[in-house]
């Protein structure tokens, strides 16, 4: 998922009126401090995620999510497909209105929905294929966030076109699972899931380390801007996971 649209661009650059740095720019320790915040938060929701996704799993209540008799997904199910997207959208469009405590909120409240709608994995795949996915997927996504903080390449440019292309796959996702139902499409869209995120993460890693020179000495700011990046880094660690898991995992 993404940064829809780019007023919030605006907004952080109005509390300081500066400019985004070059990317090859020096920056100071407290830069480092602040991604370390970025990544905290991000690696804190993916365990949040993963372990309410567990539990989902063995207490039985992802079977609450279908109706057993048809397979489809119950009214349940549907509202845990479609909560984590209308509470994701909500919160990129009011976190820099909200106060820091309800962003923080809202982020975790976020990450746990995800864990819950995405736990029918450990049904669908084996723990050891979801393991080595899952240390796939951070061990890509290291290289990649390291490649968006350390390049001299400006990427700002990517913005609207990974945003387009993710808005088209999962368009597209949807008109295959109601209409084509077609495995093979299922299999190509997945692997223009995945180069599209990897794009993702090293664009908005760069975009994370550009906003901080915008907000430093603001501490509300920097604090909100944290969990914004921190909520990109995860979308896209999240996304990446489940498109590789399509190649990687072995079914039960």
Partial sequence: MA??????????????????????E???????????????YMASAILLTGIVSILTAETGLVFAMFNLETGSPSLFGWAMMAGPFILVMWLQFRIFKMSVLSAQIAYWVYATAVGISIATIFIAYTPISIAQTFFATAAAFAGLSLYGYTTKKDMSGWGTFLIMGIWGLFAAMLLNVFVFQSPLMDMVMSGVGVLLF???????????????????????????????????????????FLFLLRFMGSRE
């Fill in 198 to 240: 990897a794009a993702f993460t090293a664009y908005k890693t760069q975009e994370v380390k550009n906003i901080y020179s915008q907000v430093r000495g603001n501490t509300e700011m920097m604090a909100k801007t944290t969990i914004y990046g921190a909520l990109h880094l995860y979308m896209a660690f999240i996304n990446m």
């Fill in 3 to 24: 940064d829809w649209n780019d007023t919030q661009r605006s907004q952080q650059q109005s509390f300081t009126g500066a400019s985004v740095p070059r990317t090859g």
């Fill in 26 to 40: 020096v920056y100071d320790e407290g830069l480092r401090k602040y991604m370390l915040g970025v990544y905290n």
